[in-house]
Each structure stands twice: as structure tokens, then as C-alpha cells.
């Protein structure tokens, strides 16, 4: 499947604020919930079309370090075959 992977400066990593992903509560950094939310206006208003976004903090099981260690060895392939790749700095 297509997808975009999103880029984003963390910010403060105390500042998080929750959100919903395949009916599952999650909490992330501010910074990304600000780049997603604005992802999903560009999307209602029709400036953006509907499609599958990759973020790390997402895509990347944050619990565990062998996965991290893993898929930070796979990110120059993430982004590289990758539709686009959206640079957020909030």
C-alpha cells in the first residue's frame, strides 16, 4: 500500500495529548497530534486526500528496544518508498 511518512520536530517530550487509532486510545508528543490534526483538516476541507501516514512514534512499538533498534536501521527505505514525506515543525 501507498503511504506517506511523516517527519516532525518532538518538541517537549512532557506535552502529550491523546489520540484514537483503530479504536485504540493512545497518548503522543503534542508536536506530532498538532502535525496529524492538521493532516486531517487538509483532508475535510479537500486540499488533501485520504491516505495511510507512517510516524515512528506510531509505526514503531516505542516499548521495545529491539524493534527500535530495527526499524531505525529501516527508515532511509521508509522514506525513500514513501509517496511523499511531509516535513512537520509544528
Known sequence: KSYKALSYAWGDST???GIIIN????RVLAS?????????????AGKEES?????????INQKDNDEKTHEVQQMKRIYEN?????????
Open 82 to 90: 514513501a509517496t511523499e514525506v511531509i516535513v512537520w515543525l509544528g
Open 32 to 44: 506530532l497530534h498538532s502535525a496529524l490534526f492538521n493532516l486531517h483538516i487538509g483532508v475535510l
Open 15 to 17: 506535552m502529550t495529548k
Open 51 to 59: 491516505t495511510y501516514i507512517w510516524a515512528d512514534a506510531i509505526c
Open 23 to 26: 479504536n485504540c486510545k493512545s
